[in-house]
Each structure stands twice: as C-alpha cells, then as structure tokens.
C-alpha cells in the first residue's frame, strides 16, 4: 500500500503562486502525478514526474507556469505554480504508480485526499 497526503491548496488572486505538496509513505512508488478537478468537469491530468530520474511531463494548459519536483528525501513530490489563472481552480490530488509512467487517471493506483486550490480573478 501507499499512502499519499497532499497540502498547500489554498486562495490566492490571479497572477500568484501556490506550492502543492505530496508524501508519499508505503512501497516504492515508480512515478506520481498531480492531477485536477474543478466543478462539474472530469478529472484533467496536470504532470508527472518518475520517481528515479524525474523525468516530467506536462499538460498544454500548464506548461511553463507550473512545475513538479521531487524532494531530498525522495518522498516528497511538490508542484510549484506560478501566473495562477481563475480556469486553474479545482481540487488538486497527487496520485501514484508502482510501475511505468501514466497521463490518465485511470493508471494510478494510489490517490491523495485532494487539496482545493481557489484563484480569485
């Protein structure tokens, strides 16, 4: 099993920043990715990172605002936000695999509790 909790969400106004965190406790996990959801719409893929290289990927939308690293500790993913836009207002969860790399939801074993993030316009 592994056990992933998420902090940092919060609000913030258009144009700032917020840095999400993911710890991860259990197995060894391979990969682990943000993804979010806003309301009423499906849950979108964010990026992703491998746990061995760090190797990222990024969606379109988010790509040279936000970025996903990995901690000292290994443990510990993070995703940095910056130039935050009112469409990146969602519940944001950090997700989990034991093997390979994955873009949808469906991939991932292991889900955080989510962490809403809220950016006023």
């Known amino acids: 099993q592994v056990h992933l909790v998420e902090s940092g969400g919060g609000l913030v106004q258009a144009g700032g920043s917020l840095k999400l965190s993911c710890v991860a406790s259990?197995?060894?996990?391979?990969?682990m990715a943000w993804f979010r959801q806003a309301p009423g719409k499906e849950r979108e893929f964010v990026a992703t990172i491998t746990w061995n290289g760090g190797g990222t990927y990024y969606t379109d939308s988010v790509k040279g605002r936000f970025t996903i690293s990995l901690g000292n500790a290994k443990n510990t993913a993070y995703l940095q936000m910056n130039s935050l836009k009112p469409e990146d207002t969602a519940v944001y969860y950090c997700a989990a695999r034991m093997y390979g790399k994955g873009l949808r939801d469906l991939e991932y074993n292991y889900w955080g509790q989510g962490t809403q993030v809220t950016v006023s316009s």
């Open positions: 259990g197995r060894t996990i391979a990969t």
